[in-house]
């Protein structure tokens, strides 16, 4: 699904009193709050979907799959998203419960 997708289907769900054009700035804000947010290394909770949060990496030694040398990799903040119960399980019904692998 691209973004959009996401506008469509958020416009479609609002209903016929929000256009597509008017729902776009709505997720783009959302999303640059989301984006902000992490930035200054705060935490986002959304009960019933999840949490956004950052994570610290600790510098660590790697190896160069090609020639085997070793690689430091520096300390980093990534970005990282938990989905709550019931995003997993609704996730988990809508697949049909199949797993493979």
Same mark, same amino acid.
């Given at each position: 699904?691209?973004?959009?997708?996401?506008?469509?289907?958020?416009?479609?769900?609002?209903?016929?009193? &929000?256009?597509?054009?008017?729902?776009?700035?709505?997720?783009? $804000?959302? /999303?640059? $709050?989301?984006?902000?947010? /992490?930035?200054?290394?705060?935490?986002?909770?959304?009960?019933?979907?999840?949490? =956004?949060?950052?994570?610290?990496?600790?510098?660590?030694?790697? %190896?160069?799959? %090609?020639?085997?040398?070793?690689?430091?990799?520096?300390?980093? &903040?990534?970005? &990282? =998203?938990?989905?709550?119960?019931? /995003?997993?399980?609704? &996730?988990?019904?809508?697949?049909?419960?199949?797993?493979?692998?």
């Amino acid at each position: 699904m691209t973004k959009a997708d996401f506008v469509e289907q958020v416009s479609d769900a609002v209903g016929p009193r &929000v256009t597509k054009r008017d729902c776009g700035p709505v997720v783009d $804000a959302f /999303l640059d $709050a989301v984006k902000d947010t /992490l930035a200054r290394g705060d935490n986002i909770e959304i009960r019933g979907f999840g949490t =956004f949060k950052v994570r610290h990496r600790k510098a660590r030694t790697a %190896r160069n799959p %090609r020639t085997g040398e070793a690689v430091a990799v520096p300390p980093r &903040v990534v970005p &990282v =998203f938990k989905p709550s119960r019931q /995003l997993s399980s609704r &996730v988990d019904r809508g697949a049909g419960g199949s797993r493979t692998g």
